[in-house]
């Protein structure tokens, strides 16, 4: 059954859900997209040991969206400036209560979450957190030794440390484009941007140095060129690798992916690191906050089980209850967020057989869900055209969830048409309150730009094509 057949064999159970973007909320709906309520232990949190040692807690920062003045309307808070004293509230709170592991990057918040950062941490003892960052030379002008590390030296001055405790190459696996625009394989792409310059070399130099305590790389796209990189562990002997690892990407990573090609489920990447002994930092537990926005068949199914649980809580038990997982990252932007996150880990209940069944069980359903797999990272941005892309997508993966996209036969019943009718309505009042007119996907004329950035390899303008059609043949 393709996902369209998919979606049209719902039928009533998906038309019910098209009340609650009209303003009809479902209660089950509300209690489970709430967090867990109670005390957020202080002394209870989970850790995990590194290579070296280090006392790694299991729930680590993410710094990839943080905080602003101006929250945008994606949710994403990526108008305006940095909020410092929020990030600095949220900063403090997760030390106090175990936290310790924080993870940016150059690119991350347009080049500002290193800054931001550093003024954030600098305030606390070294010795009470752990800092990570990364070498994000995608743009072809960094290629070059001497580009590259000067970001190195950059990312200390702005971190405002003098050693690093976890540094990756970023994005291993990804196409690039050269200074002439062209085309560059994710094999090239690894190769000029580590290897044929001597970056690698001189990385494991440094940390040789004392200046990188641990040296790894953060995974996207080609399965090829993580083989190829982990080839290279007798040699680098890697400390750690960053890997996008949910219940669904654990075995249907591919279901995720549109570029016409096989995608590496966490199942393949884990267990590779695991016969390695390389300890793994785990990116996107959430799938890009899909995780704790699921369907009403999963909403109804972890609800039974545990009604007081977070939907979040069971994606991160997921990631921890693997024993090679070293920590797992999540971008906190709201007290509410670090806080039930907290309370999964201090301490972390591992999934028990039953569980995990559950969740795979439901992995296995929502695999064939046709949402688009974009994880709100900003690297598309900004649309020359004004298209606010992340907006897009994260609306319309909300109208498929409740069962606001759908199709209707010729012979469908006249209940079934007046649901229908509904449904169409619920989407385009919501699309046209979330998203400005001059940012909607119709704005979009296939450039191309944002494609070659984005790290789950979306099909950009052809998905913004679909969403523009869906709005098409709703409005008539």
């Known amino acids: 059954m393709d996902r369209r057949d998919f979606l049209k064999s719902m039928g009533a159970g998906v038309l019910a859900t098209a009340a609650l973007a009209t303003g009809c909320d479902s209660p089950n709906k509300t209690k489970a997209e709430g967090f867990a309520s109670g005390e957020v232990p202080t002394d209870k949190m989970t850790y995990r040991t590194g290579t070296h040692g280090e006392k790694v807690s299991l729930l680590g920062y993410g710094c990839m969206r943080l905080p602003s003045t101006e929250d945008g309307k994606d949710g994403n808070q990526t108008e305006g ?12 709170y997760a030390i106090a209560h175990g936290l310790n592991l924080f993870d940016t990057a150059p690119r991350y918040c347009k080049a500002r979450s290193e800054i931001a950062m550093g003024k954030a941490l600098s305030r606390h003892r070294r010795d009470e957190y752990l800092i990570s960052t990364k070498l994000s030379n995608q743009n072809p002008a960094l290629w070059n030794r001497q580009g590259s590390i000067e970001m190195f030296e950059q ?8 050693y690093l405790d976890f540094y990756m190459l970023h994005c291993v696996g990804l196409p690039g484009r050269d200074k002439d625009g062209n085309q560059v394989s994710p094999h090239d792409a690894f190769m000029r941007r580590f ?12 940390r040789a140095k004392g200046r990188i305590r641990n040296l790894g790389f953060s995974y996207h796209g080609d399965v090829k060129v993580f083989d190829e990189a982990l080839a290279l562990h007798d040699k680098v002997h890697w400390d750690h690798v960053l890997i996008q690892h949910n219940y669904v990407n654990w075995q249907h990573a591919d279901s995720l992916s549109d570029d016409g090609n096989a ?39 972890l609800k039974s089980r545990a009604p007081e649980q977070s939907l979040a809580s069971w994606a991160f038990r997921f990631a921890g209850t693997m024993p090679r997982i070293l920590t797992v990252l999540s971008g906190m932007t709201y007290m509410e967020h670090l806080q039930d996150n907290l309370r ?20 296995e359903r929502y695999a064939d869900y046709p949402l688009v797999p974009c994880t709100g990272c ?16 994260a609306h319309y993966n909300k109208m498929v969830n409740e069962g606001n996209l759908i199709e209707i036969d010729a012979d469908a019943t006249s209940e079934d048409r007046k649901a229908y009718r509904e449904a169409r309505r619920a989407f385009m009042v919501s699309y046209n309150r979330s998203i400005e007119r001059q940012r909607q996907a119709d704005h979009c004329i296939g450039c191309g730009r944002c494609q070659h950035e984005c790290p789950q390899s979306i099909n950009i303008p052809q998905k913004l094509a679909d969403i523009e059609e869906a709005v098409r043949s709703y409005s008539v």
């Open 378 to 393: 900003q690297y598309c941005m900004p649309c020359p055209y004004g298209i606010d892309i992340p907006g897009n997508f």
């Open 263 to 301: 995608d590496a489920d966490s199942k393949y990447l884990y267990g590779e690191l695991v016969k390695r002994d390389i300890p793994v930092f785990v990116m996107e537990p959430l799938l890009g906050g899909q995780l704790a926005n699921l369907p009403q068949f999963a909403v109804d199914e």
């Open 344 to 363: 999964t880990m201090s301490p972390l209940h591992p999934l028990n057989d039953e569980e995990m069944e559950t969740l795979l069980d439901i992995a």
């Open 81 to 92: 400036d940095l909020d410092q004293d929020r990030i600095n509230e949220l900063t403090d």
């Open 195 to 206: 290897i044929d310059n001597g970056m690698l070399e001189w990385l494991v130099e440094q």
């Open 155 to 162: 990312s200390l001055e702005r971190l405002q440390v003098d």
